[in-house]
């Protein structure tokens, strides 16, 4: 099954996607990868790529889609998608729908993690990063204590100059803003699951796995019913008279 994984930055949905491609054997699919992917090729279509990244443009929705096409199409990864950071507006996801489509597979969950801005803000805000073995901290929820190496007494307590409070709540602002139609969409089909992203990392993944291992029987079902169906019409219909009714 392919799925989307959602949830605004400081969720965690980086951890977590991880935790569902190992436990389930996916391909993570995010369109920053698929862009760095294209550019370390250095031929003629990447280089254009870095130019538009590297002059801060938007890269266009055509590329992207091309390459989103690229992996769709290749049997390697047919049906074992997570779109991690993709779609990020309506369009993009209509479009998703139409290119899955084309290559008879479609996106069978979608997933959010939830959790209050404030909270968020005070995970981004709060992080802070050993100068000597980089072990990450952060003073709200995981005060600075000793760390691994020895050197460390002599550390600095390292904030990343882009993690202040008014950038942070833009940024969250412009994410709930951009991503509401898209939830909305996946809602209006019914495969939208809301998770409390609140909780302890491993209460989230075993939420994640149950979910999804729930959704895979059903589709499982629903595609054994559709065979043994189809072998029924089969029988009755034959081949032929059945081919020439079937509205494929
Ligand atoms: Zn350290």
Known sequence: ???VIFGPPGAGKGTQSAKLVKEFNLFQL???DLLREEVSKKNDFGNKIEEIMKS???????????????????????NRIIFDGFPRNLDQAKS??????????QISLALNLKVDNQILVKRITGRVTCSVCNKTFNIFFDPPKTCDLKDCGQRKLITRSDDNEDTIVKRLKTYDEKTFPVLDYYLKKGIMKNIDGMQDINAISDQLFTIIGAVRSWLWLLDSYNRIFSKIKFLIYGSYSWSKYSSK
Do not use: A, C, F
């Not at 801060?56 to 047919?78: A, Q």
């Open 1 to 3: 099954m392919n799925l």
């Open 30 to 32: 995010s369109t920053g």
């Open 56 to 78: 801060g443009g938007l890269v266009s929705d055509e590329i992207i889609n091309n390459l989103i096409e690229n992996k769709i199409s290749n049997p390697e990864y047919k």
């Open 96 to 105: 998703l729908d139409n290119l899955l489509k084309k290559y008879n597979q």
